[in-house]
């Protein structure tokens, strides 16, 4: 009597008391008032995968547009090439890394060509010139940005998180960013100068301008490949998945050795849970 | 000691040298092989191993953690996400250790309230259980300053806050917070000196888990019915009984501990502390990790000034008394029955109690304003209610069902 009863506290109490850790994680949205969607990731769930693909246009997207505002300090150009990531083959590493200019006092001129060791270099050299150039405000460093962010869901569904192991709040709300831009601003919003109006940001009022528009970047199609919508949702579901591999790049290696770790501890907790009963079945009373 | 082994006979003429000069031999097999454990313990009872199991983890993974991790303001938020990214393993290893804290307290949480539930902390176990509650003070201490390592938003924010706490003390306060901050902010000073202690403290928590392990093995296990021991019918040798069902136990709750780390191990986490520390930007919300939240909730409920005492301190003093009163315990409660299994009235209080500390605990993450400010008073109020006044009162009014004559008896009329 007392067992089923004790189980059904153990039950409520580790419900309730894990529960308590998501409420209010993601508060700091409390001023948006739209619901942001969740989107279809490859990454996510249990069996998610990066798309490498997706992440190649991600980086496309990034390179050309966001990377003239946004640093991404702890991303080297060899990450691009590692297993789980983008996969850039190791050629194309190389011959992109050698397009940048890196400031190194140690060489002749002060300046020379990246290599594929070297980190993303800066948009701006201070962050006061990342300040001066968008009217005052920082675009923040990319390398966590998609870990920085996550989305409030209300009651009974952040429940169901734990349970489905939802991690992907930060693309959600970066797509849903990038997707919520309303220019020029709603009749009868004030704006300060210098801001634009976007719906799901705190506040509405971002100092970021609204970076994509349709066709912006030019995809390539390879052969025999369907040819990738260049629309604004496209992108953004595209650069947000790359600053999802960017701030975990090790997303694969991790969920792969969990399903091993995780075959491992079911199957030994049985073994156990026999041997226990084995052992205990000559104690009186059990 | 219950019983006294004589069973250890030194085998080869090295151990009997041994055993005449550090009979560590005997020592370990009288303790962690022979001790006679009463047979009727149920599952709660291998929370015990389960915390010893997460401190030896803790104490792994932190300690290979600091190898790699820089204490200083300008280095550590970005050498934490380096052991993440390019540390062999190194994902995995941090979040071990950040999901463990949390599995930690959820552990810690269950055995506290099975305690509490099977009056374990009656005599003659009061001093097995303030043991424990000293190990739960430093515990909470450990975790504050671990939280604050890696130097993102919600750990100088929460570091400021909870220092700032002792400031509301009278007189001492100000020099106090500034002697614990090393200064008068949160800055490079506070980060060296939590660090330095975080990595102390857990080997203090193991000191006194050795001396929570001598006060068990003084009286010996309480049980799931309260009734002590009668005879060598009662119990079974710890090995290989309870080292097989504790193992059971541990490899059961590594289950869930494996599912966060590798599918989720940012979800017990606030999404802020993924935001270099920056105390020019204010959060919107400072809210502590969960298991700190029920008390939290206790401070921020005392918003009221009482004469000479204003809501700062009020709240102090409420916080710091919620965990003071878990020692009194064994001396407010004064039923002679142990087990709430056989209380019919403690056990609708009980409940209710546990209901009262996960509402708490959710408290402690509501905005502060409204209809939450109200519920976390009363749920204070419950708080200290229940050991301050439900418990001393039912000792006296309540008529307890009637106890099993032994454990024997009571495991073999339990046949359902
Ligand atoms: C690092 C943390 C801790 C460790 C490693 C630890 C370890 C243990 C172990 C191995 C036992 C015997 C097995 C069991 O009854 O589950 C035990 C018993 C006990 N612990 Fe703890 N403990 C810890 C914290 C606490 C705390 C915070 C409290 C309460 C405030 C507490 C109160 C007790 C009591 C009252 C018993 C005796 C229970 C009984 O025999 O019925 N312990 N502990």
Redesign the interface.
Known sequence: ???TK?IC??FV??L???G?????????E?GAETVIAKQAWTFGG?FGTYDKHQLQRGFQVFKEVCASCHSA??LTYRNLAEDGGPEFSDAQVKALAATYKISDRTVKGGTRPATPADHWPPPFATEQDGRDANGGSLP?DF??IA????IEEPFPWWVL??FT???E??PDYIHALLTSFVEPAPAGVQLPPGKHFNKIF?GHAISMPPPLTDGLVMYTVGKGEQPVPMTVDQYSKDVSAFLMWL?E??LI???E???R??LF??V??GL??L??RR??SS???? | MAEHSTSYNPGTGVEKWLDERLPIIRFSKEHLMDFPTPKNLNYWWTFGAILTVMLAVQIVTGVVLAMHYAPNVALAFNSVEAIRRDVNGGRILQAVHSVGASMFFFAIYVHMFRGLYFGSYKAPREILWMLGCLIFLLLTATAFMGYVLPWGQMSFWGATVITNIFSAIPIVGDGIMQWLRGGFAVDNATLNRFFSLHYLLPFIIAAVVVLHTWALHVPGNNNPIGVEVKSSRDTVPFHPYYTMKDLYGVVLFLIPFAWFVFFAPDILGDASNYIMANSQVTPTHIVPEWYLRPFYAMLRAIDFNVLFIDSKLGGVIVMGGSLLVLFFLPWLDRSKVRSGTFRPMFKWFYWLFVLNFIGLTYLGAAPAEGIYVIIAKLCTLYYFLYFLVILPVLSRIETPRPLPASISESVLGAAH
Not at chain 1, 147 to 150: F, S
Not at chain 1, 283 to 286: A, D, K, W
């Open positions: 009597m007392i067992k004790s506290a153990a109490m580790a309730a008391l894990t308590m850790g998501a409420l209010p994680a993601t508060a700091q409390a249990l300090n702890l923040p390398s966590v870990k920085a962010r996550g998180d734990y192991a939802y991690q709040g930060g705190p701030s790049p090790h290696a991790r969920k050795a969990g399903f770790v995780m501890l079911i030994f907790a156990m849970y041997v226990k052992l205990w104690v009186e009373g059990h």
